[in-house]
C-alpha cells in the first residue's frame, strides 16, 4: 500500500511538474506574440504609418501602367537623406518596362529581350526616388526630392513622394493580374515593417476643373509601421535636466546609446575636431561622434528656468554631438502633463499632439522655416534652443518629486533615454517648508521679541 501510495504521489508531482511547464511555455509564447505584434505600436502616435497606394491607371498589351504614392502618416516621424528606398517581389515573371519619377537601382539580366529593352528584369526590384533638377520629362508629381519625406504633422503637403510605374508580362485585367508581395521599405535605414497589398475600392480623381470624376481601373494599398527596435539595438538620443533650485546638473546616463563608438570619437577641443572634412558623411551613414560619458548623437536639456505666480517657464536645448550628420526638419515630441496650456513658444514652432481626445500632455516642437529648422553638425553652430512658457494648473503644479521634468522625450521620432528618477534635480529641504507655517513661526517670535521688551 506504501509503494502505491508514493508511486501516486511522484505520478501527481510529475503532473504537476509538466503542467507547471506547459505553462510557463504557454505564457512565453503568450508574451513573445504581444511584443512581436506591439513592437511597432507606438503609443505617442497609435496612428502612424506609412502606406504605399498602386492605382492602376490603364492596361496595356502585356500588363498595366500604375502611379504608386506613398504617403507619410506619421505624426512626428520622417525620412530624412539619403530617402526612401522601397523593394518588392513580384509574383509571376513581370519586369518593368519604364518608370517615371523614380528609378531602380539595379536593371538585372534581360539578355533574353531583344528590341525594347525593359528598364529592370530582376525579380526583387529595388527603388529609390529621383533627385532634384532631373530633366522635365522624368518627372512625376510629388517626386524627385531624394527620397525625403517630411512627417504628416509638421508638413502634410511634403510627406507625399510618387512615381509611375509600366509593368509588363503581368495581368492585363482585374482578375488576372497578381499583386507584388514582400514588400520591404528602408527609411533610410531599417526600422519598418511591411504588411501584405491588400485590393482596396479604386482610388476616386477629379479633374482640375472639379466637374468630372475618374476613377483608378484597381488599387492596393501596403501598409508599413515603425519599430524602433528594428531600427536600433541602442537609443539614438538621450535627456538631461537642470533647475534654478538646485545647482545639480542631471547628466544623461552613461553609456546611453552604447559605448561601441568610444574608440572613434572625437575630442571636442582636439585638433582633428577642426580638421577639414569631418563633416563628410559616409556612404554607409558611419557616425562620428564627439567624445561624450554618454555617446549619443544628440542630446536634449531640459531645464525649469523660472517660477512665476501664475505661470513657470522652461529652457529647451538640443545638441547635435555627430560630426557628419545634421538634421533638417528635425522634430522633438515632449510629454508634459502641463502641456495642456501652454502660453507661448519661443523660437520654435509648436503642435499639440492629441492622439487620445481625452488626454492633451504630448506637444511637437519643430524648427522656424529659414531660422532654425537645420540643426548643424556637432560645433558651435550645432545646437537650437527654444523656452516655453506654460500657465499653471494649482491643482497639479509641483515641483516636487520631478513633476516639472518630461515623462518622454522623442527626437526624429526615436525615443530618448531619461535620467533614473532618483537623480532628478531635488527641491532644497527649505522649499519643502508649508509657507503658512513659516509665516506663524515668524509671527510668534514677534510676539515674544515684543513682549521681552
Not at 563628410?280 to 567624445?291: E, R, V
Amino acid at each position: 500500500m506504501e509503494f502505491d501510495k508514493s508511486a501516486k504521489d511522484c505520478y501527481q508531482s510529475l503532473q504537476c511538474s509538466l503542467l507547471a511547464e506547459m505553462k510557463l511555455v504557454f505564457l512565453i509564447a503568450l508574451v513573445s506574440m504581444i511584443v512581436s505584434h506591439a513592437a511597432a505600436y507606438d503609443p505617442l502616435d497609435p496612428n502612424g504609418n506609412i502606406t504605399i497606394k498602386w492605382d492602376v491607371m490603364s492596361w496595356t498589351a502585356d500588363g498595366y501602367v500604375a502611379a504608386v504614392t506613398m504617403n507619410n502618416f506619421q505624426m512626428y516621424r520622417h525620412i530624412i537623406s539619403p530617402g526612401w528606398t522601397l523593394s518588392w517581389s513580384w509574383a509571376k515573371k513581370e519586369v518593368i518596362w519604364s518608370m517615371v519619377g523614380a528609378q531602380t537601382t539595379e536593371q538585372g539580366d534581360c539578355s533574353k529581350f531583344t528590341g525594347n529593352i525593359p528598364h529592370c528584369c530582376k525579380k526583387t526590384p529595388v527603388v529609390v526616388d529621383l533627385l532634384p533638377g532631373v530633366p522635365y520629362n522624368q518627372q512625376y508629381s510629388n517626386c524627385c526630392k531624394g527620397g525625403v519625406m517630411a512627417a504628416w504633422g509638421q508638413d502634410p503637403t511634403s510627406s507625399v513622394s510618387a512615381f509611375q510605374v509600366s509593368v509588363g508580362l503581368a495581368g492585363t485585367s482585374n482578375k488576372t493580374v497578381k499583386l507584388p508581395k514582400n514588400f520591404t521599405l528602408l527609411g533610410p535605414g531599417p526600422g519598418y515593417t511591411c504588411g501584405p497589398a491588400k485590393v482596396v475600392p479604386s482610388t476616386v480623381f477629379l479633374t482640375p476643373d472639379r466637374r468630372r470624376k475618374t476613377q483608378a481601373l484597381m488599387t492596393w494599398n501596403v501598409t508599413c509601421t515603425y519599430s524602433q527596435f528594428l531600427a536600433s539595438k541602442n537609443p539614438t538620443c538621450c535627456v538631461s535636466f537642470s533647475s534654478f533650485y538646485n545647482e545639480t546638473i542631471t547628466p544623461c546616463p552613461t553609456c546611453a546609446c552604447g559605448c561601441h563608438n568610444k574608440n572613434s570619437c572625437v575630442k571636442s577641443n582636439s585638433k582633428e575636431s577642426h580638421k577639414r572634412g569631418i563633416n563628410t558623411p559616409k556612404k554607409d551613414n558611419t557616425p562620428l561622434l564627439q567624445c561624450t560619458h554618454h555617446m549619443c548623437p544628440v542630446r536634449v536639456h531640459w531645464h525649469v528656468k523660472v517660477n512665476y505666480r501664475d505661470y513657470w517657464r522652461a529652457k529647451v536645448a538640443v545638441t547635435n554631438f555627430n560630426y557628419r550628420m545634421n538634421y533638417t526638419e528635425w522634430t522633438l515630441v515632449v510629454q508634459h502633463p502641463n502641456l495642456n496650456n501652454v502660453t507661448q513658444v519661443f523660437s520654435f514652432d509648436y503642435k499639440p499632439l492629441v492622439p487620445y481626445e481625452s488626454i492633451n500632455d504630448t506637444g511637437m516642437f519643430y524648427g522656424m522655416k529659414f531660422y532654425n529648422d537645420l540643426l548643424m553638425e556637432a560645433g558651435p553652430f550645432g545646437n537650437v534652443q527654444s523656452e516655453v512658457l506654460l500657465q499653471k494648473d494649482k491643482n497639479t503644479f509641483s515641483l516636487k518629486q520631478g513633476w516639472a521634468f518630461p515623462r518622454k522625450v522623442y527626437f526624429n521620432g526615436d525615443e530618448c533615454m531619461l535620467p533614473p528618477p532618483d537623480t532628478y534635480p531635488y527641491l532644497p529641504n527649505s522649499a519643502n517648508a508649508n509657507p503658512t507655517s513659516i509665516l506663524a513661526m515668524a509671527a510668534s517670535l514677534l510676539l515674544v521679541m515684543l513682549s521681552m521688551g
